[in-house]
């Protein structure tokens, strides 16, 4: 019997004054945000994007990271997927701090099906579980890449913890980008195919993540975006062959994913 998230539910559409209006300006916004919880989670925040199969030096920063990002109470956005997803909405829950599941599929095809506690523990700690899809969507490939748009544009800046080459996680650095946000990565082994991905983002331009000092002068400055000034001179400016490297990335991904892409997901996740 599938199990099914409890809770208050809600359906905004881009008329709706709690409709997030971070997501206005993206090319493509939702029409409708289908989701259960409090839609008043949903404020700009920091995204925290990974892989499934996190290593242990990326489970660490992970864990580190959204700690530090949770318990100066920003909201945490993130797909919900296994690995550094899971890391990082349950540091904010550690920290009662407000986070944010952008689902792939509708919100009643919990996914992946072993988060449905941490999904449920999201909603009752104010907190909200959220889709462009209505609520009996099955989940296909194809909506977890769109999914990532809505994680970028939802938040003042994208830490990337791990990603080797190629990844899904680009597509989400590629939409953080054109929705004019700040994309940070933290560094890796560069022995280690697990973080070719982040290294090569810093190559082109991204802000590299150092350490929980360099962080914390990132949050404090990213705060400033809440006044008068333009968010965009506060950012780091990124070169544009980092749009063209992640566009290369997403392609190559969405390659391995074209004979499956029109399948319902049943037990392998595209992020």
Not at 63 to 73: H, I, L, R, S
Request: glycine share 8%; with cysteine.
């Amino acid at each position: 019997m599938k199990k099914i998230l409890s809770g208050e539910r809600f359906d905004l559409n881009k008329y709706d004054p709690t409709y997030p209006k971070a997501l206005v300006n993206l090319e493509n916004p939702p029409d409708v945000l289908y989701g259960i919880g409090n839609p008043e989670a949903m404020t700009e925040g920091i995204a925290i994007v990974g892989p499934r199969r996190i290593s242990d030096y990326g489970r660490e920063c992970a864990q580190m990271f959204a700690d530090e990002t949770a318990n100066q109470g920003i909201t945490i956005i993130s797909g919900g997927a296994r690995g550094c997803d899971t890391i990082a909405h349950q540091a904010a829950l550690k920290h009662n701090a407000p986070t944010v599941a952008v689902l792939g599929g509708g919100c009643d095809h919990v996914y992946p099906s072993e988060n449905f506690n941490l999904f449920q523990k999201i909603i009752e700690n104010n907190g909200c579980v959220v889709s462009e899809h209505p609520f009996d969507t099955e989940p296909m490939p194809w909506m977890f890449r769109a999914r990532n748009r809505i994680v970028a544009a939802m938040a003042k800046a994208t830490l990337v913890v791990e990603a080797g080459l190629p990844s899904g996680t680009y597509s989400t650095v590629d939409y953080a980008l054109s929705a004019g946000r700040e994309v940070l990565a933290i560094p890796g082994d560069i022995t280690r195919p697990q973080a070719q991905g982040t290294n090569r983002i810093i190559f082109e331009g991204a802000m590299p993540i150092t350490s929980l000092e360099v962080y914390r002068e990132v949050l404090y400055r990213l705060s400033l975006d809440q006044s008068s000034k333009n968010p965009e001179q506060l950012m780091t400016p990124i070169k544009t062959s980092l749009k063209e490297v992640c566009e290369q990335a997403k392609q190559a991904s969405v390659a391995l994913n074209d004979q499956s892409s029109n399948q319902p997901i049943k037990s392998q996740e595209a992020r």
